[in-house]
């Protein structure tokens, strides 16, 4: 368990939203909750292989906007960054937070946009050498817009992109098996109170591999992929897809989202999913097996009043959306 210091006043913000649902004029929500895991040959590698952290393959993206299109509100933006240490006993975690508030300090009606992402990478233990035995990746995101006394237009986006990839190296004499465990849980909802409002929620997560000849990689079911799927509310929706070495690609990859549009009646779409999995990886001697991890997600409010001269494709929060659609595996 983590504290959460920078986080106070967004919980503060959320209590008032919680008691004053009812009553809002304008109430919307997205949430997701994700975490990926995976450890190397229950914390021991063989002897021969060299983990290496690909170079210029990280990649880290932020991004906030929250707006309330009133001079009423004022806007507060909070980024919290901790650099991780893999080496340090226990491993200190990659931390980085951000949330942005747009708020009516008169009567609390706000519209925020939140994130975290909490990677956690353990080394084997020998300073001299970065080989990563196991890590984890622990996402939240929200954004919500609760206006209890007036609707004005109003927007909340939330989103980040983590991606590294490492090369798995057999520098020894001999062909070497070892396995990966993995282990991913995904929850994300959206909700709408009202009408002219959209809230979607998308995530997703891959551990893909990219072996060299004479190296290979089989994939075994641990525990099956699971869902629990809610999306009988008019106006609800939920996509989900998950490949497990099929479709083209060695490794698994696992993209969901949730949408939900109002139209005054309450709209709720829910998506939780999980799986257990494990890797067998052969490497012959003198080769190599790339493996590209990579993680996403978008939360996403909006509430337009004269939502007939904004055509819904038009709008900005299906634009951004758009930009997190399903990314598929490509093949070097």
Do not use: W
């Amino acid at each position: 368990m983590h504290t959460k210091p920078t986080l106070l006043s967004l919980a503060l913000l959320f209590s008032i939203t919680t008691t004053t649902t009812q009553a809002s004029v304008v109430y919307a929500n997205s949430e997701l909750s994700m975490e990926h895991s995976y450890l190397i040959n229950s914390g021991n590698l063989p002897q021969g292989l060299d983990i290496v952290n690909v170079p210029q393959t990280l990649v880290i993206n932020n991004d906030l906007v929250s707006s309330v299109d009133s001079a009423d509100f004022v806007n507060n933006r909070t980024i919290d960054i901790q650099i991780g240490n893999q080496f340090d006993e226990p491993p200190t975690p990659y931390i980085n937070r951000g949330v942005d508030t747009t708020i009516n300090l008169a009567n609390a009606d706000f519209t925020t946009a939140m994130y975290e992402h909490i990677v956690t990478s353990d080394d084997e233990g020998d300073s001299s050498a970065q080989d990563i035995i196991s890590r984890s990746v622990n996402q939240e995101g929200q954004a919500t817009i609760a206006l209890n006394t007036d609707s004005f237009d109003s927007l909340a986006y939330s989103s980040v992109l983590l991606e590294r990839h490492y090369r798995l190296d057999n520098v020894g004499n001999d062909a070497i098996s070892f396995n990966i465990s993995g282990l991913f849980e995904a929850s994300m909802s959206a909700s709408v109170d009202s009408e002219y409002a959209i809230a979607r929620t998308s995530g997703g997560f891959e551990l893909i591999f990219e072996p060299d000849a004479g190296s290979s990689v089989q994939y075994f079911p641990i525990a099956p992929y699971l869902t629990d799927i809610e999306d009988s509310d008019d106006g609800a929706s939920v996509t989900e897809l998950f490949l497990a070495n099929s479709g083209g690609i060695e490794g698994v990859l696992f993209n969901g989202s949730t949408t939900a549009i109002g139209d005054n009646s309450g709209t709720m779409a829910q998506l939780m999913a999980q799986s257990r999995y494990i890797f067998g990886i052969s490497i012959a001697a003198g080769e190599s097996v790339l493996m590209r991890t990579g993680f996403r997600q978008t939360n996403s409010v909006e509430y337009i009043q004269q939502v007939n001269q904004v055509p819904v494709a038009g709008s900005l929060l299906l634009f951004i959306c758009g930009l997190v659609g399903i990314k598929l595996p490509r093949k070097s």
